[in-house]
């Protein structure tokens, strides 16, 4: 089993910056898609971004603004966030498709989530 935990979220001013961190612990084989997703009060899930592979990809909300990375070594991305808006406040969580073994074996899951408040 693999076990996502983020942390990193607060309450920042509009035009502040914030940077997210997932730790994914268990059974780590290999990282094939990993990815930053936001719920809002009253919205539906939204991809912010990915990475597979170290190929990214953004919501264009956010393009320019945040920017995923990883570190395989320490089994871990990141979600540095720049230039916040009261609009990027949600509950963000971590998602991951990940190899549990060398014979392919898969798991997927989330994150408990991490509370993002833009606000003055």
């Known amino acids: 089993q693999v076990l996502l935990v983020e942390s990193g979220g607060g309450l920042v001013q509009p035009g502040g910056s914030l940077r997210l961190s997932c730790v994914a612990s268990?059974?780590?084989?290999?990282?094939?898609?990993m990815g930053w997703y936001r719920q809002a009060p009253e919205k539906q899930r939204e991809l912010v971004a990915g990475?597979?592979?170290?190929?990214?990809n953004y919501a264009d909300s956010v393009k320019g603004r945040f920017t995923i990375s990883g570190d395989h070594a320490k089994n871990t991305i990141y979600l540095e966030m720049n230039s916040l808006r009261p609009e990027d406040t949600a509950v963000y969580y971590c998602?991951?498709?990940?190899?549990?073994?060398?014979?392919?074996?898969?798991?997927?899951?989330w994150g408990q989530g991490t509370q993002v408040t833009v606000s003055s």
């Open positions: 998602n991951g498709e990940i190899e549990i073994d060398s014979y392919g074996s898969t798991w997927y899951g």
């Open positions: 268990g059974s780590i084989f290999k990282f094939r898609e």
């Open positions: 990475i597979t592979g170290g190929i990214t």
